[in-house]
Every structure is written in structure tokens, then in C-alpha cells.
């Protein structure tokens, strides 16, 4: 895993003490008066040139765009200047290591955190995280944070008029197994709203966090469901302009976990390296 810079796209990626603030338009809090249609137009007009150069020979964009123009706010989420070099052994001394004996197995069911049980649709999210050659990646700690089944988060920045589920907390950790396994079991987020337009709506889903074996090796990526249909509306999801790359982002129900009267199962495997690689935040070398 290498180093990765933190330019998340809607929200922070302090998963624990801090999960999420959640997003301002570049013009202001009420300036997002640009519609829907207007924003539509100009993700299908990318779409249709990254086909074309695709077609010509030209590489597909696996990843997503740091300026990517109906993202209105993307040019702010990325640096402009040359990273400021530390000394990562120095970073270390004052870093700590997780183990087993740190995170508790009850860490992962973000069902059972409170004094009782949220409310929505419980659900099992599992999957394997996996290096570019389908080998596991061991004893990574992995960090989950999302919205409520209403589409609030438990943050003073997040206003919108939904409900805060007094017993789910949005967030959870574990470690992933010799076989590179891990598992939650949680409440499927509902959409949300933000700022970047007029009747804008995220699409759910739920924020990964993975960490190597420092601190300084992160990686962020974001989980969305299979059939939403805010998918292509979203500009912050089809910033990434190749469909197979936005593809690899969709967990897959699997009856298989899915369980008895109990909870809907879903698969999603992370791929940290190599042509079937997970979308990541990139470190920007601006």
C-alpha cells in the first residue's frame, strides 16, 4: 500500500473521531442553482469524448478526474502546491499499531453500539481485500463510516431535515483475516442531499478506509449498492469517466450471505493494485 494524499469527495475522512462534513458548493450554501438537466449535459458531453478517445487509442481513465467541471467544488478537494515532506520514521514514533488485543470484535456490527437497535434495513457487507495479483492482504485495519437509513450523518455540519437515529452511530473498524476477509453488519444509508446543485442527491454509500502499516499508508474509497438510480446524476460517481472502473465501486447482493429473517447480504472485494484496482483518492503530485 503506498502513501496516499487525503482529498476525499463529499465528506472527511476523520472516520472515527470526526466521520463526515459534509460538502459546500464553491459559490456558497444557497448559489446552487444550477439544475439537474444543466449538470446531466455536461457529464454526458465527458462521457461521450472519453469514448471517443478511448476508440482512438487513447488509454481509459480508471480513476477519477481531480477537476472533473460538474463536480462544482473538485477544483477545492485536491492540493495545488507540493506536498510538505516529513520524515515518516519521525511520523511513526508518535503513531500507533493496531492489533487484535485493540479492536474489539463487537467493532464491526454497527447494530449493536447503542442502548438499542437502529432503525432501516440490516445488512452484511463483506469482501476480501486483495493485491493486483488476487493475493490477500492480512491484518489491515479497515474503517466504515456512512450516513443513517434516512441519509443523516451524526455531525453538527449535516442540517438537512432527517431524522438522527439516537442508536447508530454511522461508524465501525475491524481487521481483515489471513485470507484477506472482512465483514460488517450495518444499516443500509439512505440518499442525501448536498450543495454542488439544485435537487442534488448522493447516491447511498458507505466510506472505506484502509490502513497499511503506518499511518501514512492510507487509502479511501466509497461502496455504493447495485441498481441505484441516482447513479447517473451523480457527478461525484461518474467522476470516474470509464463505466468498467465506476463498476468496481457497486457491491453484488449475494443471497449466500444474505440471511434468514434477518439481514440482505452484500459483496464487495477491494483491490488495492493492478488493471482491476478499487478506485482511490490519488496523491496529487501538483
Same mark, same amino acid.
Given at each position: 500500500m503506498s502513501p496516499q494524499q487525503n482529498t476525499d469527495t463529499d465528506e472527511s475522512t476523520e472516520a472515527f473521531t470526526s466521520p463526515v462534513v459534509i460538502d459546500q458548493a464553491v459559490k456558497g450554501p444557497d448559489d446552487a442553482a444550477e439544475s439537474q438537466a444543466t449538470l446531466s449535459a455536461e457529464i454526458a458531453d465527458i462521457e461521450s469524448q472519453h469514448k471517443q478517445d478511448v476508440a482512438a487509442g487513447k488509454k481509459a481513465e480508471t480513476q477519477p478526474r481531480l477537476n472533473y467541471a460538474p463536480y462544482r467544488s473538485s477544483i477545492l478537494r485536491h492540493p495545488t502546491k507540493d506536498p510538505r515532506h516529513t520524515d515518516p520514521e519521525t511520523i511513526e514514533l508518535f503513531s500507533p499499531a493496531f492489533g487484535h488485543r485493540d479492536i474489539g470484535t463487537l467493532e464491526s456490527d454497527l447494530t449493536i453500539q447503542a442502548d438499542g437497535e437502529p432503525i432501516g434495513e440490516r445488512i452484511r457487507v463483506t469482501g476480501r481485500v486483495l493485491d493486483g495479483e488476487g493475493r490477500p492482504v492480512r491484518n489491515q485495519l479497515v474503517e466504515i463510516w456512512q450516513a443513517n437509513s434516512a441519509g443523516r450523518y451524526i455531525h453538527k455540519r449535516d442540517q438537512h431535515p432527517a431524522p438522527i437515529d439516537p442508536n447508530f452511530t454511522g461508524v465501525g473498524r475491524t481487521l481483515t483475516g489471513d485470507d484477506g476477509s472482512y465483514s460488517f453488519t450495518t444499516i443500509k444509508p439512505g440518499p442525501y442531499p448536498w450543495k454542488n446543485h439544485h435537487n442534488a442527491w448522493r447516491p447511498a454509500h458507505i466510506h472505506f478506509s484502509l490502513f497499511g502499516s503506518e499511518f501514512t499508508q492510507r487509502m479511501i474509497t466509497q461502496m455504493y449498492? @447495485?441498481? =441505484? @438510480?441516482?447513479?447517473?446524476? =451523480? @457527478?461525484?460517481? *461518474?467522476?470516474?469517466?470509464? *463505466?468498467?472502473? #465506476? /463498476? #468496481?465501486? !457497486?457491491?453484488?447482493? /449475494?443471497?449466500?450471505?444474505?440471511?434468514?429473517?434477518?439481514?440482505?447480504?452484500?459483496?464487495? =472485494?477491494? !483491490?488495492?493494485?493492478?488493471a482491476n484496482r478499487t478506485w482511490m483518492e490519488e496523491e496529487d503530485d501538483d
Open positions: 449498492f @447495485p441498481g =441505484d @438510480p441516482l447513479f447517473a446524476l =451523480d @457527478p461525484i460517481y *461518474q467522476s470516474i469517466t470509464d *463505466q468498467k472502473a #465506476r /463498476d #468496481r465501486l !457497486v457491491a453484488t447482493y /449475494d443471497h449466500n450471505i444474505t440471511e434468514h429473517e434477518f439481514l440482505m447480504g452484500y459483496n464487495w =472485494d477491494i !483491490v488495492l493494485t493492478g
